[in-house]
């Protein structure tokens, strides 16, 4: 499940990321395969800092639309804990 999902970009937009991120640049980040117990680990794109996890039924979810849409052309923006939505298709 996790092998779709590895170096995917992603957009934080938590509200943690908001009062506490570790780059002022940006907040674009990839997804990477997690430890025991979570399935996917989330690193800032910028310094590799680790900015938590993607809880399962967000890794679920996403590996979903990836499987049915294929990989998004932009970044997935995670808004809220467990609640991922992915951005729009560019044309
Ligand atoms: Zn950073």
Redesign the pocket.
């Given at each position: 499940m996790m092998d779709i999902l590895a170096d995917l970009a992603v957009q934080f937009d938590r509200p943690c990321d908001q009062v506490n991120?570790?780059?002022t640049t940006n907040r674009f980040g990839k997804i990477a395969p997690g430890s025991d117990p979570h399935t996917a680990t989330l690193f800032?794109a910028?310094?590799?800092?680790r900015r938590g996890h993607l809880s399962q039924g967000a890794v679920t979810q996403i590996t979903d639309i990836v499987r049915t849409f294929g990989a998004p052309d932009a970044p997935i923006i995670l808004r809220a804990e467990g609640k991922p939505a992915p951005a729009p298709r560019r044309s």
């Open positions: 991120f570790c780059c800032c910028n310094c590799g800092a």
